[in-house]
């Protein structure tokens, strides 16, 4: 199982490369909920997201016969943008994505902009992600999961070593998870340094993968997920974050998509933050007084910022602030 020694070493690895991004508090939201609450500005990371901290763990550990092999990976957009960017800072050219069809056209303009193939192809993740299991194995090409690999979760784990240096007395952390990486990296540190730190995850209504996971007591590691604005956070939990995080979790609350669609907007209005709707969620419990904060320190993980415009129109034509 993963340590913090695991994740020291990924945070040597990744900090040539990412950005140490800023605990940012919040005015307007600790006062709203009643607690002292922190942005974790993940949305300011390099390629937009978090993502880009498990790819650097894994590819910057490949070895000579791994590299020759190159790499196939499946993403709904921001695990992609990190594969790609880290293969670019590691001199790997040999980069296969597949992405779902229905991707949008932000995260694959900024695909466009890497030396990598991006095949479409799939309804969902779920989908993608088998033809690109599929393809690596015909091909004989090394598959990256974006958060079932242990080198992976490590690095995406550097986000709660950051969050806990800047905030070492935070009582509760907010964590978006979709397949699970990130929050079984943040679990790991956060169990270690801060034993009694309370770990919520979020989840979209519509694809409540690690809930119903935690709940019976075994990884839905594929899950038809209805539509939902949070397409990183949509289908199945990982087995191995499962393993990881199943004791380490409080929590996973599940939010329909109002919540969400309003997160998006209140964070433009009050924060001037773009934060795509599978970041934005970490706050909606707290603007929906789903969750208690009296008090309490609350980081929460904005994950990304790679939002379709059509999309952000819609938060902020919902939202209109008054």
């Not at 293969?87 to 030396?115: C, Y």
């Not at 949509?234 to 929590?251: K, M, N, Q, S, V």
């Not at 969620?281 to 208690?292: D, N, R, S, T, V």
């Amino acid at each position: 199982m993963l340590t913090l020694a695991d994740v020291l070493a990924a945070e040597h690895l990744v900090r040539p490369y990412v950005w140490s991004t800023p605990l940012a508090h919040s005015h307007d939201l600790s006062c709203l909920s009643g607690g002292h609450v922190y942005l974790k500005l993940e949305c300011w990371q390099r390629t937009g997201s978090f993502k880009v901290r498990g790819a650097l763990s894994r590819l910057a550990r490949l070895t000579p016969e791994e590299r020759a092999k190159g790499v196939v990976t499946a993403s709904a957009g921001n695990h992609g943008l990190g594969v790609a960017f880290a293969a670019q800072a590691i001199g790997l050219r040999s980069v296969v994505i597949f992405v779902p069809e229905d991707t949008s056209a932000t995260k694959l303009g900024r695909l466009a902009a890497f030396d990598c193939q991006v095949r479409r192809a799939g309804a969902g993740f779920d989908e993608a992600h088998g033809l690109a299991v599929a393809y690596a194995r015909e091909q004989g090409a090394l598959y990256i999961s974006a958060y079932d690999e242990p080198q992976v979760i490590a690095g995406q784990g550097t986000v709660g070593m950051e969050i806990l240096q800047d905030l070492p007395d935070a009582d509760l952390l907010l964590v978006p998870v979709g397949g699970g990486g990130l929050i079984a990296g943040v679990a790991v540190v956060a169990r270690a340094i801060r034993p009694g730190i309370r770990i919520v995850g979020l989840q979209p209504e519509a694809s409540p993968a690690a809930y119903l996971s935690l709940r019976d007591g075994r990884p839905y590691e594929v899950y038809p997920a209805a539509p939902t604005m949070c397409d990183g956070l949509a289908g199945g939990f990982g087995r191995l974050p499962f393993e990881i995080a199943r004791e380490l979790i409080d929590d996973v609350l599940v939010v329909p998509e109002p919540a969400i669609r309003h997160a998006v907007a209140w964070l433009v209005a009050h924060e001037l933050l773009l934060v795509e709707a599978s970041g934005a969620i970490a706050i909606a419990p707290l603007l929906a007084g789903q969750l208690a904060a009296g008090g309490r320190r609350v980081a929460a993980v904005l994950t990304g910022r790679n939002l379709d415009p059509a999309q952000l129109r819609i938060c902020l034509e919902e939202f209109r602030e008054p």
